[in-house]
């Protein structure tokens, strides 16, 4: 357990001293050859309209300008709107364009947070940036939002959180 331990804290160690052009373990680089930069507040995606090119990794730059929480979610827009926040979750869940992608990553400046190959949401407190970095596999146009719940029974998205990720 102890080696498993160290060899765990020395790869998060190397992720977050390796620097902008360092590449994970499966290759995926922090630094993709393409950006894209989003601001994310109550209630806007901006800009609403991202697209991306399939086969070519992309850094999503999240700054959340906002003063409550947000998520960035991406899916495929569903017929039928599904009813309330727990509806919504799995939906998403099921259905999430960050499946079947290969490597996603999750990090912050110098600081390397999730890599996984399956994610629902990333969620960027405020004044926070977060970088979605991954390689768009399936073209398409997916819809985004932030299904949090805003309280009165409503989500940030219904309250004009959404927009759309192209794929070409």
Not at 88 to 102: A, H, I, K, M, N
């Amino acid at each position: 357990m102890r080696p498993l331990l160290m060899s765990a804290l020395l790869g998060m160690l190397a992720a977050v001293c390796a620097g902008p052009a360092a590449a994970s373990h499966t290759g995926l680089l922090f630094g993709a050859p393409a950006r894209v930069n989003v601001e994310m507040g109550e209630w806007f995606f901006k800009p609403a309209k991202i697209t991306v090119k399939a086969g070519v990794a992309v850094d999503i730059v999240l700054e959340n300008k906002g003063s409550i929480s947000h998520t960035f979610m991406v899916y495929p827009k569903p017929p039928t709107p599904p009813k309330g926040a727990p509806h919504w979750y799995e939906y998403v869940l099921r259905t999430t364009y960050f499946q079947d992608t290969g490597e996603i990553l999750v990090h912050r400046r110098g600081e390397f947070v999730v890599s996984a190959t399956r994610i629902a949401e990333v969620a960027v407190e405020p004044g926070k940036k977060v970088t979605l970095t991954f390689t768009p596999t399936r073209k398409g146009t997916f819809e985004i939002g932030c299904q949090l719940s805003t309280g009165g029974g409503g989500s940030h998205t219904q309250a004009g959180m959404v927009g759309t990720l192209i794929v070409k």
